[in-house]
């Protein structure tokens, strides 16, 4: 199947600082999906990516769908920005199989005030 | 985000047991999967439904089996818990037309 990779996997940054986090994947793809999941565990969907770029806040995130990449960018850190960034896109193949979402093993970010 | 109720939220269990997780979704998604969460590893896909009674298999699902009777409802068993079932999980929808992905609370599971 599908490999995603992400990196680093780890980041400390100071409160204020830009960060950029980055997921490869192996075949062509034709989303991708950015969460967030906080201290307390909890899982909130960021970005829906078909194509191209998105930005809310803070934060933006661009897929490059045929270099197999995409960039999530967080500007001006906050605390509450700590957690782990996790990237997810489906499998290739047609029928209900494409369904499935494949996700990396995420970027931890600490932002220390 | 769309409403999406795990239960229980935590359960503590013997090896051997059966054990059930239920998901409730009101949005009316088509989709919905269960991942389970452990530290090295990330997400890893179980099972998932792709409509009612339309169940089929994900990277992990040995030990595992769902059910799902209505549009609202995925459940999760594990017909005999072992150890290596304890784990986080999670439950997720996804609508027909977006794609957008969205997490339940998750499940905290020790088999004991």
């Known amino acids: 199947g599908i490999q995603v990779e992400q990196s680093p996997p780890d980041l400390i940054l100071q409160e204020g600082a830009n960060s950029t986090l980055r997921c490869n994947f192996s075949?062509?793809?034709?989303?991708l999906q950015w969460f967030h999941q906080n201290p307390w565990g909890q899982l909130i969907n960021l970005f829906y990516?078909?194509?191209g770029t998105k930005q809310n806040g803070r934060l933006s995130a661009t897929t490059v769908a045929t270099e197999r990449y995409s960039l999530l960018y967080i500007s001006s850190s906050q605390t509450t920005d700590s957690g782990v960034y996790f990237c997810?896109?489906?499998?290739?193949?047609?029928?209900?199989?494409?369904?499935?979402?494949?996700f990396g093993k995420g970027t931890k970010l600490s932002v220390i005030p | 985000d769309a409403g999406i109720t795990q239960s229980p939220r935590h359960k503590v269990t013997e090896t051997g047991t059966p054990v059930t997780l239920r998901c409730h979704q009101t949005?009316?998604?088509?989709?919905m999967y269960w991942y389970r969460q452990d530290p090295g590893h990330g997400l890893r896909l179980i099972h998932y439904?792709?409509?009612?009674?339309?169940?089929d298999k994900g990277e992990v699902s040995d030990g595992y089996s769902v059910s799902r009777s209505k549009t609202e409802d995925f459940l999760l068993t594990l017909e005999s818990a072992t150890s290596s079932q304890t784990s986080v999980y999670f439950c997720?929808?996804?609508?027909?037309?977006?794609?957008?992905?969205?997490f339940g609370s998750g499940t905290q599971l020790s088999v004991l």
């Open positions: 997720a929808t996804r609508g027909t037309g977006e794609g957008k992905l969205f």
């Open positions: 075949d062509s793809v034709n989303n």
């Open positions: 990516i078909p194509s």
């Open positions: 997810a896109v489906p499998r290739k193949y047609s029928g209900a199989g494409s369904y499935q979402l494949t």
């Open positions: 949005e009316n998604h088509r989709y």
């Open positions: 439904s792709y409509g009612v009674k339309d169940t």
